[in-house]
């Protein structure tokens, strides 16, 4: 069959974009089968099926196509535009992650060069970005896993590449949740094991930054993976212990305020440490984090979390307090302006969480009893006012009292239901 032309399309094929356009896989299925049917025709603007299907968002319509042979990098589109870009605008992850794994390239760029992951935050897709940016293929490690020239035994045993990749692959960049990762798996909780994950690391880290692209995200994000496995390979070597003692490290909050100053140290530390100076990347981390004053924010953590995943912030989301983890639904039942995954990341985090908590919680029944004060002054008061006033207390409610109070002994947890968390809460 000839080669793919711009808009010369069999009346199947033309059929064929046309089921896709509604959906249905049956049909697309039996199309596909036929003869007179290219996976890869083109239509006059150069888009594939695969092309139309990812735009449209329909995951299981790219699939079909994957398995028929859709080829992932075609790049004849009018505008350059990939399918990977074609997802990230269509904003759906699972499509954004289905072509990353059939090999789609992430340094393509469309006729304003653009890649996908800068197309996705274009159009305001900051999950696809965040996918994007973060994928590091499992065939990328395995490389390692192989020995070579003369080398008599791989960088990284091979067993190590499936627990490694897991770390590598995750976007929670919390300490706390990378070093529960490390414990996961015994394999790795060894200071042998991990020594050597850390050079795998660094070495990735270096080709990131030696590629014609240059991928400063990526190789940062190496970096930091590569200082965390350091701590915690000292941490086993120093301590001849497990690595609890090193969570409850990063977890401790300081006496005025509950704030994990080792953890913030730590962070900034590590991307200080990035050893190409001249990345931009790196400049501009040290450029947000420098002028903060250690408890103000932004966190070094939310700063390098926005430069690696995209991800804006931690206000608006159910963030566990302890691991970092999006989805977070039980709240501390004193206070309640705390929230964490489960029983488990309270109970790591009641150790230091307990000198505050009583505080937190006269703050919060303060705040509460101040607007319903002022709810009832203002009752009589246009709508648009009250709104108003609304967002000032929650500019207050951000600030922190710094008065010492006792500890409670006991704790509980709670489902948190339609609530807003603690620091958006009115
Ligand atoms: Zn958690
Ligand atoms: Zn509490």
Not at 103 to 132: K, L, P, Y
Not at 270 to 289: E, G, N, W
């Amino acid at each position: 069959m000839s080669a793919p032309k711009k808009g010369a399309l069999s009346c199947a094929e033309r059929e064929l974009l046309e089921v896709l356009a509604a959906g249905n896989a049956q049909e697309a299925s039996r199309l596909l089968g036929s003869r007179d049917v290219r996976v890869n025709c083109l239509d006059e603007y150069g888009m594939t099926p695969l092309m139309h299907a990812a735009y449209k968002g329909k995951a299981d319509l790219c699939k079909l196509l994957l398995q028929h042979g859709a080829d992932v990098n075609c790049n004849e589109h009018e505008h350059g535009y990939t399918a990977l870009m074609f997802a990230g605008l269509s904003g759906k992850t699972d499509i954004a992650w289905m072509m990353l794994e059939a090999g789609a390239e992430t340094d393509a760029v469309n006729s304003v060069g653009r890649t996908a992951a800068q197309m996705a935050a274009f159009v305001g897709q900051h999950d696809c970005v965040t996918v994007i940016n973060n994928f590091f293929s499992r065939k990328r490690l395995d490389y390692y896993t192989i020995a070579q020239g003369l080398e008599k035994e791989p960088k990284l045993p091979p067993k190590l590449a499936g627990p490694l990749h897991k770390i590598i692959m995750s976007t929670n960049l919390n300490p706390v949740k990378m070093v529960m990762l490390v414990m996961d798996n015994p394999l790795l909780s060894d200071a042998e094991a991990l020594e050597k994950c850390r050079k795998v690391m660094a070495l990735i880290c270096e080709k990131c930054t030696k590629q014609q692209d240059m991928n400063e995200v990526l190789a940062m994000k190496m970096h930091y993976i590569g200082c965390l496995l350091q701590k915690c390979s000292s941490f086993l070597r120093e301590h001849q212990d497990q690595l609890d003692g090193l969570i409850k490290s990063l977890l401790k909050g300081r006496e005025s305020d509950g704030f994990p100053v080792f953890q913030e140290k730590f962070i900034r530390e590590s991307i200080r440490k990035f050893p190409y100076c001249d990345a931009t990347l790196l400049q501009q981390l040290v450029r947000s984090i420098a002028p903060v004053e250690i408890g103000h924010d932004p966190t070094a953590l939310s700063v390098l979390t926005q430069a690696i995943t995209g991800q804006m912030g931690f206000m608006d989301a159910d963030f566990c307090t302890t691991c970092g983890e999006k989805g977070a639904e039980k709240r501390c039942s004193i206070c309640k302006t705390v929230i964490y995954c489960n029983q488990e990341c309270q109970r790591l985090h009641w150790f230091t969480h307990k000198k505050v908590c009583k505080r937190l919680q006269e703050q919060r029944e303060k705040r509460e009893a101040e607007s319903a004060k002022q709810v009832e002054n203002q009752a009589k008061e246009a709508e648009v006012n009250k709104a108003l006033e609304e967002v000032t207390s929650n500019v207050e409610n951000l600030s922190v009292d710094q008065r010492e109070t006792a500890s409670t002994s006991d704790v509980q947890t709670e489902t948190v239901s339609s609530e807003a968390i603690p620091i958006n809460a009115h």
